[in-house]
């Protein structure tokens, strides 16, 4: 069974800094684009970032890229979201999501290739 449990969310102030997690379980990584997506207050869900087992690089919006970093550790099925310089903007209730043999690009533009969704964590930041 497929299941993403995200965590590390939590309030912050404007500047500080996070670490979120995505912990994956009944697949290996090596396939599969893993994006992290946010939804804040009365908006819709965007992309956020994205990696890949099939790609060089990362994907950013451009709204975080200089500011997130995102990384995934293959031994312990894991995908991590690094958020420095965090501003009120920030703040949302954040989603990891695998997609199988998507190339990031689409799956942040396109939520719906998505196979898996885990169940979110907050993030809220606030002086």
């Known amino acids: 069974q497929v299941q993403l449990v995200e965590s590390g969310g939590g309030p912050v102030q404007p500047g500080e800094s996070l670490r979120l997690s995505c912990a994956a379980s009944g697949f290996g990584l090596e396939n599969y684009a893993i994006g992290w997506f946010r939804r804040a207050p009365g908006k819709e869900r965007e992309g956020v970032s994205c990696?890949?087992?099939?790609?060089?690089?990362?994907e950013y919006v451009n709204s975080v890229q200089g500011r997130f970093t995102i990384s995934r550790d293959y031994a312990k099925n894991m995908v991590y979201l690094r958020m420095d310089n965090l501003k009120p903007e920030d703040t949302a209730v954040y989603y990891c999501a695998a997609a199988y043999l998507v190339r990031c690009a689409r799956l942040l533009d396109s939520e719906y290739l998505a196979d898996s969704w885990g169940q979110g964590t907050q993030v809220t930041v606030s002086s």
């Open positions: 990696i890949s087992g099939v790609e060089s690089a990362p």
